[in-house]
């Protein structure tokens, strides 16, 4: 019988899903297991790359880029394991960890899924969101009133250390059952916040811990590294990742309903003009041109309507693929 079964989706990056599974081999052994790669539309033989190495490996093509959940699903449906673990291709084991998680979860019957800590390459801890408050950072407030939004996005309190409001995906062991009775990831989701929506409807069944004891290595934009040079660009307003932020809004929507999504546009639709209005006074006081070096502007109100094109479809939550085109 199998324990796991290790899913990973599989972008054009057979370079790394090798390294990865180098590591599973090389730090599990108390378990059995098998490894199942969901590829979504490679260029090349990324299949025969990654069985010259692994000619066991289960191979499974969606046929076109079908983003992370339905990928995700797809493995999960044909997996035979007691437990089933999501794995970004992006990550590396220098610890049992898949050992001491199925462990972990043996012990916790209460648990219906269990994740790990992140630490970059040189093993110091990645800071990373575990709690449904991360919300906040989607408003734009100025700086001074930052404080003033945790009065509106309280933390939940848990008496139990390790337990999260969701585990992200990078390494997420779930029990089948989580999996049978939930449906899986949210198929409307293209990438990004599959994993928080899973999280809470996850929840209802059994707690999420994110266990002390496992880690995993990150190389956190690892299948995209272009995000590095993108970051650079980065400014108060414009910080949003078009396809991060899209989902974002669509999880807002299905877990906090119409209301919270509608205000969280309205303030972002009010901002457009007052980004202009700003900068407009800025230059007056400083003797330029009104309307000159209004770059920002102009891609923050591009982005805004990039997300107002779906206004309706997430109001009323019509069925949508939520992919953006490059």
């Known amino acids: 019988m199998v324990t796991v079964s290790i899913i990973i989706v599989n972008y054009r990056t057979p370079e790394l899903i090798v390294e990865c599974i180098k590591t599973i081999k090389q730090f599990t052994s108390k378990v059995s297991y098998e490894i199942i790669i969901v590829d979504n539309a490679s260029k090349g033989d990324d299949e025969g790359y990654v069985k010259s190495y692994f000619p066991k490996i289960t191979w499974l093509s969606t046929g076109y880029n079908a983003g992370f959940a339905r990928a995700n699903n797809a493995g999960m449906r044909i997996a035979k394991g007691k437990y089933l673990l999501l794995l970004n291709s992006d990550t590396k084991l220098y610890q049992p960890v898949i050992d001491i998680c199925v ?30 408050t991360f919300r906040k950072d989607f408003w734009i407030v100025p700086p001074k009133f930052r404080n003033q939004l945790d009065r509106f996005f309280k933390q939940k309190q848990y008496q139990d250390p390790e337990q999260v409001d969701y585990i992200a995906a990078a390494f997420l062991m779930v029990r089948k059952e989580g999996f049978e009775k939930t449906g899986g990831l949210d198929e409307e989701f293209f990438l990004y916040g599959e994993d928080v929506e899973w999280g809470y409807r996850l929840s209802k069944l059994g707690k999420l811990l994110v266990f002390n004891d496992c880690n995993i290595i990150h190389e956190e934009w690892g299948s ?103």
């Not at 390459?121 to 800071?127: A, G, I, K, N, V």
């Open 224 to 326: 995209k590294p272009e995000r590095y040079k993108e970051a650079e660009n980065y400014t108060y307003f414009n910080r949003f990742d078009h396809q991060i932020q899209l989902s974002n809004l669509v999880w807002i929507r299905k877990q906090f309903g119409a209301f919270q999504y509608f205000l969280l546009m309205l303030h972002y639709w009010l901002w457009v003009p007052t980004f202009y209005l700003m900068k407009i006074v800025s230059n007056c006081i400083h003797l330029k041109n009104p309307f000159s070096e209004l770059e920002n502007q102009k891609k923050f109100a591009k982005m805004i309507g990039i997300f107002s094109n779906y206004f309706w479809n997430i109001i009323l939550k019509k069925p949508t693929f939520y992919k953006l085109s490059k």
């Open 103 to 132: 462990e972990n979860l043996e012990k916790r019957p209460d648990a219906i899924a269990g994740g790990a800590n992140q630490v970059y390459p040189d093993l110091t801890p990645r800071t990373f969101y575990h709690t449904f």
